[in-house]
């Protein structure tokens, strides 16, 4: 008999394939996250999960389960915020992510948002389909040209450096970064920088690329978006809850900073009033991995750790 294995959200088809020949599947008939309560019988009835962005594995969730049936998360994505990892590991829980697979396709939706934010793309699609535009004129939506500017990164992991690549060697852009430990090797010529701060008031766009978690909480608050230029844009294709949403509106209410290109925001799907109001940021539904390459290179990804598990060897993405 195979074991049970929970999916929270559907994957593409050929991961489906793959994971069914070694597992019954159990799908959950909505796009919703997993609530807490979902999490709680997922871990007393299932062998194993494949939970995702948003779904309810909370502390509270691994405390009502004392001795879970479940043995293993393979989390569907590289961010994991939203499994408690201690309470999980107290619990004999083994949790995995996805890192790699989604770096491509992650790097090139901050490309997107540094081209919509610096040269107002969004602000321009939405004039014209009001039917207000009058046409061309010289000094209409003056952008920010970024060729030869400063990139700062706060993050310089594999996504970090694949915005560095592409913006050194695309547009000629000198980088600065920012990251806890040292990096020997950033794939690029940059300069590593001892505080946030130097990169923030230094780069002219800057890029927010580290990982979630209670350690990069309101990493951005407001002293550090104080910090940068007035000329300056901030994109954000981490967490949401890396940047304090609130400061982030306030400077941009003010036009503190020129603008800033999101991905994602820090209570998603909930993209406040005062920020949809604005029209210095872009703001996208976090397609950051939206590709289905990306998607069926995550799903297989998670199913290579759950096939490990299985096989009682090294898992090969544990956190």
């Known amino acids: 008999m195979k074991p049970q294995l929970l999916v929270s959200r559907a994957l593409p088809e050929a991961v489906t394939a793959a994971l069914a020949e070694r597992f019954e599947i159990m799908l959950r008939p909505t796009t919703a996250p997993m609530s807490e309560a979902e999490a709680v019988a997922a871990l007393r009835e299932r062998d194993a999960v494949i939970p995702t962005l948003g779904d309810g594995f909370s502390a509270a969730a691994f405390a009502a389960v004392p001795a879970p049936r479940c043995r293993i998360l393979a989390n569907f994505g590289m961010g994991y915020n939203h499994i408690d990892v201690a309470a999980a590991r107290a619990a004999g829980v083994a949790v995995t992510n996805t890192p790699g697979a989604v770096t ?3 790097a090139d939706i901050a490309m997107t948002l540094i081209l919509m934010a610096t040269r107002r793309a969004s602000e321009g699609e ?8 009058p046409g061309w004129e010289p000094m209409q939506l003056l952008g920010f040209q970024i060729g030869g500017r400063t990139l700062g990164i706060v993050g310089m992991g594999n996504i970090g450096k694949a915005v560095a690549r592409r913006c050194h060697a695309g547009w000629g852009m000198r ?6 430990s040292v990096v020997a090797d950033p794939g690029v010529p940059a300069e590593q920088k001892p505080t946030l701060a130097a990169v923030m008031a230094e780069a002219d766009v800057v890029v927010i690329a580290v990982p979630g978690g209670r350690a990069t909480r309101h990493l951005i608050d407001a002293a550090a978006i104080g910090a940068m230029k007035p000329t300056a ?3 954000n294709v981490a967490r949401g809850d890396v940047i304090d949403e609130g400061a982030l509106i306030a400077a941009l209410e003010a036009r503190r900073i020129a603008g800033a290109g999101l991905d994602v925001y820090e209570f998603e799907p909930k993209v406040p009033e005062r920020l949809r109001a604005l029209d210095n940021v872009t703001l996208l539904p976090h397609l950051g991995t939206s590709t289905l390459q990306a998607r069926t290179a995550m799903g297989m990804v998670a199913a290579t750790n759950l096939f490990a598990f299985l096989d ?3 898992l090969p993405n544990p956190v």
């Not at 939405?126 to 535009?133: A, E, M, P």
């Open 126 to 133: 939405r004039w014209v389909r009001s039917g207000t535009w």
């Open 175 to 180: 980088v600065v970064f920012f990251n806890r």
């Open 312 to 314: 009682g060897v090294p």
């Open 233 to 235: 844009y901030l994109v």
């Open 104 to 106: 491509e396709a992650t």
